[in-house]
């Protein structure tokens, strides 16, 4: 028996709780891992609030992130004490993830927890800053450079956008903000951020085409965020989009794409190759000023998760939370 979040349905209902969980809840895989620490994502906050249907195997534990030491291995990458890495790969939706003492996961999913980073700073990146690394990534691989002009990145304030910001600061990009929450705005500009734009003004429809601005942008919201942002990219601008927060639709026009030669890149973590994987922890390494990690997050106890994943996915979490396995 081990301790963690247990999400379960049945004829009563949709329940998620922390309690002592039977390992025969663990599923197949060739390496398992005792958890130091895991985080909260937005997908977390939908699983274990019941509030879209990200779960689809039950009982599951949430927690697309984890960072631990290998218990047991039967997989030749890996032997006992290694510390490893885990991110994305469906787990804490069809197979039982990081919010938990024990995860026994395949070894492909795994890597090797790099040495520029200490497991909790592994984990104030997580599936947030590796996704937010993955969306830099696709900014130069379509030929973004920080003399073409502003970089925009939306939710700022949050787990995606406060790794983004903070990775495009220390790449020498001029970043400007969009968030919602005007509290938050000294953070995003602590980040490096040269301006914070309010929310609102990306939230209504969005013109076919508008005046040129941003040279790249990240949007984490998604409908007419997104819109609004592509309509007003410069000639031959990239978007990296990988949120929905705002809503799965795309409300926009095609004149971006076909009159300004605009890119939409689609930035999928989940099921991300493992060399680029691979390649995004080595970018985070060097890309990243780790010194600032402790400013990004906050830390929980496994306690604490179910009542915090509401006010996440409510908007009222700043940057990344880490839950500490132990508390």
């Known amino acids: 028996m081990f301790k963690g979040i247990l999400i379960e349905k049945d004829d009563t209902g949709y329940s998620a709780q922390l309690k002592e969980i039977d390992e025969s809840v663990l599923h197949d895989g060739d390496v398992t891992i005792r958890v130091a620490y895991s985080t909260l994502n937005y997908k977390d906050g939908l699983a274990i609030t019941g509030k879209g249907p990200v779960v689809r195997r039950f009982p599951m534990v949430p927690g697309i992130d984890l960072v631990g030491t290998v218990e047991h291995s039967d997989n030749a990458d890996y032997k006992v004490g290694d510390t490893v890495v885990h991110t994305g790969w469906g787990v804490g939706e069809v197979h039982p993830g990081g919010l938990a003492e024990k995860a026994r996961l395949k070894g492909e999913w795994l890597v090797p927890l790099p040495e520029a980073f200490t497991p909790k700073q592994a984990m104030a990146i997580g599936t947030a800053g590796f996704t937010a690394m993955l969306c830099v990534m696709a900014l130069e691989r379509h030929g973004v450079t920080p003399d073409d002009g502003e970089v925009l990145v939306t939710g700022a304030a949050g787990g995606v956008g406060s790794v983004a910001v903070s990775l495009l600061v220390n790449l020498g990009y001029t970043v400007v903000g969009v968030s919602g929450r005007p509290?938050?705005?000294?953070?995003?500009?602590?980040?490096?951020?040269?301006?914070?734009?309010?929310?609102?003004?990306?939230?209504?429809?969005?013109?076919?085409?508008?005046?040129?601005?941003?040279?790249?942008?990240?949007?984490?919201?998604?409908?007419?965020?997104?819109?609004?942002?592509?309509?007003?990219m410069k000639y031959r601008g990239v978007v990296a989009s990988c949120g929905l927060a705002g809503g799965m639709d795309f409300p926009g026009s095609v004149a971006p794409f076909i009159l300004r030669g605009v890119t939409l890149a689609g930035i999928d973590s989940v099921m991300c190759p493992r060399p680029e994987r691979l390649e995004a922890w080595q970018r985070l390494s060097r890309d990243l000023d780790a010194s600032k990690l402790e400013m990004l997050s906050s830390e929980i106890g496994l306690s604490e998760i179910i009542p915090v994943a509401g006010d996440l996915l409510e908007g009222k979490v700043r940057g990344r939370i880490l839950v500490d396995i132990s508390r």
């Not at 490096?192 to 929310?199: D, K, P, Q």
Request: with cysteine.
């Open 183 to 232: 509290e938050e705005n000294d953070y995003i500009k602590s980040l490096g951020a040269s301006e914070v734009l309010e929310r609102s003004a990306f939230s209504s429809p969005a013109k076919p085409i508008a005046r040129e601005r941003w040279a790249g942008a990240i949007d984490v919201v998604g409908s007419h965020t997104l819109a609004n942002v592509c309509s007003t």
